[in-house]
């Protein structure tokens, strides 16, 4: 007949909180940050449309980047946004 040893392992319930509590940590941690990225694109609107257009960019992708989704990234929308207008003032086929 064999019995077996119960251990309750105490450790291991500390480590799985310690992981959720870096999981919640890092979820607000990104949330900031997109709360920061926001506010930094909405300064943006001070510029007037040539210093926009310097950056390759046009009001209304400050516009659709500021009222995307909360958890998009918004950043990668102005990217998105003036590595097209770039693309396309190299091809040849110019949308001011």
Known sequence: ?????HVLDLVAGKQAYASRAAGV???MTAAW?????RCQIARL??????Q?????LRREDV????TSPFFDNPASY?????RNRVSLFYKG????
């Not at 926009?52 to 390759?56: E, F, K």
């Not at 086929?93 to 001011?96: L, V």
Request: net charge negative; aromatic share 2%; glycine share 6%.
């Open 93 to 96: 086929i110019r949308h001011d």
């Open 78 to 82: 102005l990217t998105r946004a003036s």
């Open 45 to 50: 609107n001070e510029l007037d449309d040539r």
């Open 25 to 27: 940590i890092g979820v």
């Open 52 to 56: 926009l257009l310097d950056m390759g």
């Open 33 to 37: 940050r997109l709360f920061r990225s």
């Open 63 to 66: 516009h659709e980047a500021i």
């Open 1 to 5: 007949m064999r019995t077996t040893d």
